[in-house]
């Protein structure tokens, strides 16, 4: 298995209150799947990729991703973690205004490594997800679907084996979320990637190879779609 949950449970205050965000959630993805994660807002769906992501970490239970066991990490084997093993691509990919396509790509692994080192793989990227020709182009010159697909090469860079994704066609419309869908499919295929999505978007779950449900924190199903 590429991720392992066990009986993870994350819980958070908010004034007097104490919420439940997950509980006692197991979970397994092959290696080189698609999983799709689903559920209304509040079911614990981005707490779930934070978990995996080493963003947060669970208050019971683990995580464990291609033999890691998150727990037992510290915050500096958890940076190296996510430089290595995880990219994370958001609803809104938070691209910088002032750089290009390219330098987006690579500016996030510039502490890991030179920028003539990751140039050669962001651009092979960049061409993998469809902008070839647009990637010395700003955000501002690029397309709610384009800047999209420059958070994707920006989470692969490094050649990281697990991809996950909140909500990542959570802004753009129906076309462009079937590109984008067609995308993850490709990349899937050409990187030899294992995917988690948490998505509202029904026709998320077309691309899965199984489903996971969601409700107020707990894992409802998981099924193979």
Known sequence: MAIVASRITRRYVSGDTKVTALAEVDLEVPMGSICAIVGPSGSGKTTLINLVAGLDRA??????????HLKALSEQELDRYRADTVGVVFQDPHLLPGLTALENVVVARLPWASR?????????????VGLERRMHFPPARLSGGERQRVGFARALLGRRPVLLADEPTGNVDAETTAEILELVVELRRSFDLTAVIATHDPTVEA???????????????????
């Open 59 to 68: 208050d019971e239970g683990n995580v464990e991703v291609l033999g890691r």
């Open 116 to 128: 003539a080192e990751l140039e050669p793989e962001a651009k092979e990227l960049l061409t993998a």
């Open 207 to 225: 691309i899965a190879d199984s489903v996971a449900r969601l409700e107020a924190g707990r894992l409802i199903e998981v099924a193979s779609a």
